[in-house]
């Protein structure tokens, strides 16, 4: 079965300074991969995904990034963080366009 | 545009008291419905994919069913490791998954 694992799990970062999230995949091959923000008590909103290594596709506009250097292997990188950025960060993967299988999470506080 | 929603926002039941969620969705060309049970601080965890109107998935004290409009997650008994958010999201003919807001299902004991 697969696995997306992911780090952190929790991760307070100062206004301003850099974030990098990394998501891996085990147990399958050339996923399709997804992140999401999570707001408290708020349903998910897609921030980008990818269908292979070095494609992404951007959702929202926002002062995050992401990238696909191997094909288990999907991060979510900011040059400086806002307040606005803090949230539950979330990883997800499909096959096929059957059901996603999720990432345990990143908490993200800015202060 | 594809939307999804969910009713009730949060829902308060006593134990073995039976009740149902609802997801009503808008998409050009449903290619599945999926319901996922989230608990706090972790990611969602899969429960169903429905793919046509009539289908219905059944698993312990849970059933999903599936309209044109609109899907129903049926709780029969509840106890209180059912409290948790219920996720419902869909995929139309892009690649993509969109998510209602969820219910937030709390079961006293």
């Known amino acids: 079965s697969q696995t997306i694992h992911q780090w952190p799990a929790t991760l307070v970062q100062p206004v301003g300074s850099p974030l990098s999230l990394e998501c891996t995949v085990e147990g399958t091959s050339n996923p399709n991969l997804y992140w999401y923000r999570q707001a408290a008590g708020r349903g998910l909103q897609l921030l980008f995904y990818?269908?292979?290594?070095?494609?992404i596709s951007s959702e929202v506009p926002q002062n995050l990034s992401a990238s696909r250097p191997q094909d288990r292997q999907f991060i979510l990188s900011s040059k400086k963080l806002l307040l606005s950025d803090s949230g539950f960060y979330l990883c997800a993967g499909t096959i096929a366009y059957n059901e996603q299988f999720f990432g345990p999470g990143t908490r993200l506080t800015v202060l | 545009e594809d939307q999804v929603t969910q009713s009730p926002e949060a829902l308060r039941l006593q134990e073995g008291e039976s009740s149902s969620l609802n997801c009503s969705y808008t998409v050009s060309g449903l290619r599945g419905l999926f319901w996922y049970r989230q608990d706090p601080g972790k990611g969602p965890e899969f429960l169903f994919t429905?793919?046509?109107a009539g289908e219905e998935k059944e698993k312990e004290r849970l059933k999903a069913t599936l309209t044109k409009k609109e899907s129903f997650l049926h709780i029969t008994a509840p106890k209180p490791e059912d409290s948790a958010t219920y996720l419902c999201a869909v995929l139309s003919g892009g690649q993509n998954f969109v998510f209602g807001p969820g219910t937030r299902l709390s079961v006293l004991p």
């Open positions: 990818s269908v292979g290594i070095g494609q």
């Open positions: 429905l793919y046509s």
